[in-house]
């Protein structure tokens, strides 16, 4: 008897523990089937709204999207595409009158996330796209609709954005730029939604070292398509070159060369190495424009670049230290005397004054206090600085200084053989090549004066910016 309620008690139990189970399971995902009945009924509009429509009050009622742009990050900023790539955090705010619902009777759920399959959602393009195709910023595969209770709806999602951007470079590298990034409806004019600035702005912003961020603004422009008004949001982002890479590595170089070049000019055509030092130079920067060429930006009709234009003028200076150099190398060597009277007075008097070549002080013959009074040849420095020899048939003859030593020991050797027409020769042949010596060195100096001048030219605005930067 006792054996036979055993069977039916254990049956019971296991009855009694099953629902208990069963009970417990139900609480647990209560609020699961809560928020299910909740999106259920959002999605479906209570069977009286399509959720996928405008959600106009009226027909005649414009959707106001606001426009939020967190830019994060500056990928680059391409100046030869003319192309701005970055990376941001966007978010468009709305209001949907339908998806309303009291926290209080859904288990205090006060948020739902949704997909953009299961809403409306303004259609967004940034028009001025740089990519292949102008398309949504905004992928279904990233962005989630974010649903409040009052029916406030955030669409917000990380965002990659390359977009074309008309560079000024004139000022390069001191330049600053002004991105642009327009957002517009995809197909809904003024008066079915209305974009708005958000809070817009440059947070943390990762950028290359040559950028500084300064501001991210953003406005509301209309234009007219089809005889339809749309309304447009443009955000100016706003950056700020460091020129400190290309002033060490580009600018500082080529003008050390450019005035290395200078001083060629100091070297007497006499050392040898007057040419070649300059072609020396002008190989190197050559090379140095070689290597960075590519790192310069294009111009096109912008006006050169201070930096660009201040390469070309060092490269200019080397290449004129190579030419006057062998201009004055060949005059300094040129035989025969400097015939004309309008050439002597230019270049013997009028362009060493003007120059400040120096002129000797007071010589005579054999030495500084001394005049050779044995008849041969007596030799004077008249108050123009120009030595005067005085011969034994009474005829004066003008000698320059630069050569006064090797004079006087012509004028020795000559006074031992006693022979006046030597004599007399010998002064006339060195008159000659002091009148080209002198020629030589003014004309160098006077070149001297014009390359830098022209290197002055072209690097005092790179210089000026540099200082005051």
Excluded at 113 to 121: A, D, N, R, V
Excluded at 163 to 183: A, N, V, Y
Excluded at 359 to 364: A, N
Excluded at 365 to 371: A, E, K, P, Y
């Amino acid at each position: 008897m006792a054996s036979g309620l055993v069977a039916p008690l254990w049956l019971l139990s296991a009855l009694l523990l099953n629902t208990g189970r069963s009970c417990n399971a139900y609480n647990a995902t209560d609020p699961y089937l809560t928020e299910t009945r909740l999106r259920h009924l959002i999605v479906t509009g209570n069977g009286i709204f399509d959720m996928l429509r405008r959600p106009a009050i009226a027909s005649n009622h414009s959707v106001v999207v606001d426009l939020a742009f967190n830019m994060y990050a500056l990928i680059s900023m391409d100046e030869k595409a003319q192309v701005m790539t970055g990376a941001s955090w966007m978010k468009l705010t709305w209001h949907d009158y339908r998806a309303r619902w009291d926290p209080m009777d859904y288990d205090n759920i006060t948020h739902l996330s949704l997909g953009l399959s299961e809403i409306w959602t303004p259609k967004i393009l940034l028009t001025n796209e740089a990519g292949d195709m102008i398309q949504n910023p905004v992928p279904e595969s990233v962005f989630l609709a974010l649903l409040k209770w009052d029916g406030t709806v955030d669409l917000q999602g990380p965002v990659i954005h390359k977009t074309h951007c008309g560079m000024k470079l004139s000022e390069f590298p001191f330049d600053r730029q002004s991105c642009w990034l327009i957002f517009a409806s995809q197909n809904m004019p003024k008066d079915m939604m209305t974009l708005r600035p958000g809070a817009s702005q440059v947070d943390n912003l990762e950028i290359p070292s040559q950028w500084r961020p300064l501001r991210l603004t953003g406005l509301v422009t209309e234009y007219v398509f089809d005889s339809q008004t749309y309304e447009a949001l443009v955000l100016e982002f706003t950056a700020e070159r460091l020129p400190h890479y290309n002033l060490m590595n580009v600018a500082l170089p080529s003008i050390t060369m450019a005035f290395i070049s200078l001083w060629v000019f100091w070297l007497p055509p006499e050392s040898g190495e007057k040419v070649s030092m300059a072609v020396s130079i002008l190989l190197g920067q050559a090379v140095l424009w070689l290597v960075v060429i590519e790192s310069l930006p294009p111009t096109g009709g912008q006006g050169t670049p201070i930096l660009l234009s201040s390469i070309e003028c060092n490269f200019l200076v080397g290449g004129l230290a190579i030419l006057l150099s062998v201009v004055t190398v060949r005059v300094h060597h040129r035989p025969g005397p400097l015939r004309g009277r309008l050439l002597r007075t230019v270049f013997l008097r009028v362009l060493p004054m003007v120059v400040c070549v120096a002129r000797g002080r007071e010589k005579v013959c054999g030495s500084d206090s001394q005049t050779l009074t044995d008849g041969k040849c007596t030799h004077t420095v008249d108050e123009d600085s120009v030595e005067t020899l005085t011969l034994p048939d009474g005829k004066a003859q003008s000698v320059t200084r630069s050569t006064e030593d090797r004079f006087f020991v012509k004028v020795a050797e000559l006074k031992l053989h006693e022979d006046p027409q030597s004599c007399s020769k010998a002064i006339k042949d060195e008159n000659d090549s002091d009148d080209m010596k002198l020629v030589a060195a003014a004309l160098d100096r006077f070149f001297f004066v014009i390359a830098a001048v022209l290197f002055i030219y072209g690097n005092l605005p790179l210089i000026v910016k540099w200082m005051f930067m």
